[in-house]
C-alpha cells in the first residue's frame, strides 16, 4: 500500500460545483502540502500545514480552501471549481525539520 | 516567489549516453531535491544534497550542490529506456521555512 494516497485519482467535474480532493498518510509526518502541476510550470504549492489544526497560504490558494483535521488527513477543497483549475494534484508529507517530501500519485482534475 | 531556472526544458537522446542537466536561482538556497515523475505517477527522490559542494551519487545518477549555493546539476550516466520521465529539482531557504521551490522539469526522452 501507498504511503501517501490520493482520493480520487481522477475526477471529472462541471464548473461551478464543489469538489473535495482527499490525501491520507501512514508514515507518521507532521508536514502535509498540496501541489498543482501544470505542463511546462512544474509544481506550485497551494497550501500547506505543519500540524493539525495549522494552516499556510502557498503560492496559488486562491480558489482553494484545505481543512487538517486529523495528523493523517489532508484535504482540498473547490468551492467553485472553474475550468483553469483543471490539473493534475499531488498532495506531500514530510517529517518535521525534514525538507525531503514524499508525494502521493496524483489526482487528475479536469473541469469542464 | 522564488524561482529556479531548470534547463534544458526537454532532450532526446540514445541509449547509452550521458545526460546533465542543471538549475541555478537568484537565491541562495540550503537544500537541493532532485526528484523523477514516471508518467501517470508522482514524483519520487533521487537525491538530497545539504551542503556547499557535496557530490552525492545514487547509482548512476550523480548529483552536486554548487558552491554558490544558488545552482545544482545532476548526471544520469550510461542512460537506458527506464531514464524517461520529467526531472525537476527543487530549493529549500534557509531558516524555519521547509517549503520546497521546484524547477519547471527536464523532460528526458531516451531512443533505444
Known amino acids: 500500500d501507498a504511503d501517501v494516497t490520493q482520493t480520487p485519482r481522477n475526477r471529472i467535474t462541471k464548473t461551478g460545483k464543489r469538489i473535495m480532493l482527499e490525501c491520507s498518510q501512514t508514515k507518521g509526518h507532521d508536514r502535509m502540502y498540496w501541489y498543482r502541476q501544470d505542463p511546462g510550470l512544474g509544481l506550485r504549492l497551494i497550501y500547506y500545514?505543519?500540524?493539525?489544526?495549522?494552516?499556510n497560504k502557498g503560492e496559488i490558494s486562491d480558489g482553494y480552501s484545505v481543512s487538517r483535521q486529523a495528523q493523517a488527513k489532508f484535504s482540498l477543497s473547490l468551492e467553485s471549481a472553474i475550468p483553469n483549475q483543471t490539473a493534475l494534484y499531488f498532495c506531500a508529507t514530510a517529517s518535521q525539520g525534514n525538507t525531503e517530501a514524499f508525494f502521493g500519485q496524483g489526482t487528475r482534475l479536469t473541469v469542464v | 516567489g522564488q524561482q529556479l531556472n531548470q534547463s534544458p526544458q526537454s532532450m532526446f537522446i540514445q541509449e547509452g549516453e550521458d545526460v546533465s542537466m542543471n538549475c541555478t536561482s537568484s537565491s541562495i538556497f540550503n537544500t537541493w531535491l532532485w526528484y523523477k515523475q514516471d508518467p501517470g505517477e508522482g514524483p519520487v527522490l533521487l537525491i538530497a544534497?545539504?551542503?556547499?559542494?557535496e557530490l552525492t551519487s545514487n547509482g548512476r545518477l550523480t548529483a552536486q550542490f554548487g558552491i554558490t549555493r544558488k545552482d545544482s546539476f545532476l548526471n544520469i550516466s550510461a542512460s537506458i529506456p527506464s531514464d524517461v520521465g520529467i526531472y525537476f529539482c527543487a530549493g529549500r531557504l534557509g531558516g524555519s521555512n521547509y517549503k520546497l521551490t521546484f524547477g519547471k522539469g527536464t523532460l528526458l526522452t531516451v531512443n533505444p
Open positions: 500545514s505543519f500540524d493539525v489544526k495549522d494552516i
Open positions: 544534497l545539504y551542503k556547499a559542494g
